[in-house]
């Protein structure tokens, strides 16, 4: 079964930088893609960035620069470096994990982890 562990969030001051990590565990699979989305309360969850096994990145138009998603294939990890930190993306970051099951595509979510940006 997999498991998808975030960690890293945390309360930071606004202009601090935070990094988040994630990893997929629970056997031998093929990942279509992994990312990070947030959710804040009150609002739906939103697309922060994305990473396909293509090298494509995607980020959601919020970010501005200010993110970086990277990749480390050989662990299935997906990391969030988050600089410039502002209230606003005060949210529970929640990574996602897209498994490619014999061209079945199936999407699995961490637990969550909060980000708290004091003003």
């Known amino acids: 079964q997999v498991q998808v562990v975030e960690s890293g969030g945390g309360l930071v001051e606004a202009g601090g930088s935070l990094r988040l990590s994630c990893s997929a565990s629970?056997?031998?699979?093929?990942?279509?893609?992994m990312g990070w989305f947030r959710q804040a309360p009150g609002k739906q969850r939103e697309l922060v960035a994305l990473?396909?096994?293509?090298?494509?990145?995607n980020y959601g138009d919020f970010v501005k620069g200010r993110f970086t998603i990277s990749r480390d294939f050989a662990k299935n990890a997906v990391y969030l470096q988050m600089n410039s930190l502002k209230p606003d993306d005060t949210a529970a970051y929640y990574c996602?994990?897209?498994?490619?099951?014999?061209?079945?595509?199936?999407?699995?979510w961490g637990q969550g982890t909060q980000v708290t940006v004091s003003s």
């Open positions: 996602n994990v897209v498994i490619d099951h014999q061209s079945i595509l199936n999407e699995y």
């Open positions: 629970g056997g031998t699979f093929i990942i279509f893609s």
């Open positions: 990473s396909s096994n293509t090298g494509r990145t």
